[in-house]
């Protein structure tokens, strides 16, 4: 994957976090400070469409699913920058009862972006 | 990517200025994290939690403290369940004789020990029950009164009663007396069962070892 730098317009990933006392949730959450919200943005020209190594595995199996399906997403001849790496966000935080809860949430950390 | 006058390549929308993306994400991450924690809005605390609490939770979120072995290979520990010689031949004093045989070299440590007894009681009764834990003296003569518990047995049935220090100090010498004495007027018939199916028996969570070893490492 490609973390992305100023002006660059692959499709790469965008780091972005999001801390809890500046949106007020540190009072409810108690661990970690902050969620990394990464997300996958930029452009997947056809000559980097379906890169072998970056994303073939996870998203072959998907855009079979969409050739047997005839589903639109493929008609455009594109293909779209998606994550191929993530990870759970471990939570640990006060319920309604001030119950301390501990819950992992998979999936909500994007590691690593890539083109399907 | 913004662009002058441009729309996001992937979507289609019109692309937004960095303030309101900024904040678009932010919302985005609120309502992400909500959704997979099945809450329609934050939590807000009905009252507070002692920082105590929350120490013990963050050193359980960390895992154990460093430098202390897994719970895997630590000394080993294992479960005893030792059958009582029971004593019936006074329907109102069950006495049962516990047997513990330590085959480990290191002696053995007693972790949590109950008692565990059939009572049969004409429905829709109630009878207390004196639980007496006797030991032996301090120089192996007659059994003295270590502990009493009163019991309000409620119903037939198995029962569980979660033996104290001085019960476990017996079971780990090897020998453990325990009385049953129903109380309230004389019964027909035993309260206790002893047959096979029913026998009273001791269950006991035993560590290898005990505490002298921990000291040689």
Redesign the interface.
């Known amino acids: 994957g490609i973390d992305c730098q100023s002006g660059s317009r692959m499709c790469c990933r965008q780091e972005f976090f999001v801390d809890f006392r500046e949106i007020g949730w540190h009072d409810w959450i108690i661990q970690p400070e902050g969620y990394a919200m990464n997300f996958c943005t930029g452009q997947c020209p056809l000559h980097v469409a379906g890169m072998p190594g970056i994303a073939a595995s996870f998203h072959t199996a998907v855009l079979n699913l969409l050739k047997a399906n005839a589903a639109a997403g493929t008609t455009g001849g594109g293909s779209c920058c998606v994550p191929t790496i993530r990870h759970p966000l471990s939570l640990l935080y006060y319920d309604r009862d001030s119950n301390i809860v501990k819950t992992d949430i998979p999936d909500m950390v994007v590691e690593a972006c890539g083109c399907s | ?1 913004p662009r002058a006058g441009g729309q996001c ?2 979507c289609g929308v019109p692309t937004l200025d960095l303030a309101s993306q900024r904040e678009l ?2 919302d ?3 309502r ?2 909500l959704d ?2 099945h809450l329609s809005q ?8 002692s920082r105590a ?2 120490r013990t ?2 050193q ?2 960390r895992g154990p403290p460093r430098g202390t072995l897994p719970r895997a290979n630590r000394a080993q520990e294992y479960e005893i369940i030792s059958f009582a010689e029971t004593d019936l031949s006074n329907i109102n004093q069950t006495r049962l004789d516990f047997h513990f045989s330590d085959r480990t070299a290191g002696g053995m440590e007693i972790q949590q020990a109950s008692l565990m007894f059939f009572a049969q009681l004409p429905a829709n009764t109630t009878r207390p029950l004196k639980v007496s834990v006797l030991t032996p003296g301090p120089h192996d003569t007659n059994l003295t009164l270590a502990t009493q518990h009163l019991l309000e047995v409620d119903a037939s049935g198995w029962h569980q009663l979660l033996l104290g220090p001085e019960a476990q100090a017996a079971c780990s010498q090897g020998h453990l007396t325990v009385e049953l004495v129903p109380e309230g007027q004389v019964a027909r018939d035993s309260v206790i069962l002893g047959e096979a199916t029913h026998r009273p028996f001791v269950a006991a969570q035993v560590r290898v070892g005990g505490k002298h070893r921990v000291r040689r490492q």
């Open positions: 990517t390549p992937s994400l932010l985005l991450a609120k992400s994290i997979k924690l934050r939590p807000t605390r009905s009252r507070p939690v609490a929350l939770a963050l359980r979120l």
